[in-house]
């Protein structure tokens, strides 16, 4: 039953195509690996965009009535939001370009960022967002972008651990998985029943 559901319930051309293009910035990866300080975040923000899409539903008001419960509809949900971070850790073990990602800071990165995404969807989608995938895709592209910007116009050390991993770097991603954790819990709990 939860197979029907989510084969009709996602969206998947936006999800799939996320993922797609996260697999082309590996094949440019590979091909300029010398440019990994700005594909690298790019590959992320394919991937955490893909999981917004993952809690659009249109018609969410007449799901959220139905016998299974709201708690079902948002794990199986939860579930899907693995591709993204199978997509992921599938170029973090494939080593594009030969890049040092073999480090666990690359892939708990990537494993924070897709689920405080997954969550804050989840949130949206508990408080009637029928489709937060579209403006939670562009602001995480956005925020997963900008402070690779930001950092080349200001000198400073980028929150990407390309190079060396500093005790910074580690404890602000850390912050970022414990917040995915905690969003990931609130969008699983269960709700007052009507």
């Known amino acids: 039953m939860l197979g029907w559901y989510l084969r009709r319930a996602i969206p998947w051309v936006a999800l799939l195509g996320c993922c797609l293009g996260a697999v082309v910035v590996a094949g440019l990866l590979e091909r300029w690996p010398s440019s990994a300080l700005v594909l690298l975040p790019g590959l992320l923000a394919c991937c955490a965009a893909a999981a917004a899409f993952c809690f659009d539903e249109a018609p969410l008001a007449v799901v959220e009535v139905t016998p299974r419960g709201a708690t079902w509809r948002r794990a199986g949900r939860f579930a899907v939001a693995g591709i993204p971070l199978a997509v992921w850790t599938g170029v973090v073990l494939a080593r594009p370009g030969d890049l040092p990602l073999?480090?666990?800071g690359w892939w708990l990165i990537g494993a924070a960022t897709i689920?405080?995404?997954?969550?804050?969807?989840?949130?949206?989608?508990?408080?009637?967002?029928?489709?937060p995938?579209?403006?939670?895709?562009?602001?995480?592209?956005?925020?997963?972008?900008s402070p690779v910007v930001v950092a080349a116009f200001l000198g400073w050390d980028t929150i990407y651990p390309v190079g060396d991993v500093g005790p910074g770097v580690r404890t602000f991603w850390f912050v970022v998985a414990g917040l995915a954790v905690l969003t990931c819990l609130a969008a699983l709990r269960p709700g007052v029943r009507r």
């Open 102 to 104: 073999e480090r666990p």
């Open 115 to 131: 689920a405080l995404v997954a969550g804050v969807a989840g949130l949206a989608s508990r408080h009637a967002a029928a489709r």
């Open 133 to 145: 995938g579209g403006a939670l895709s562009s602001g995480v592209a956005f925020a997963v972008i």
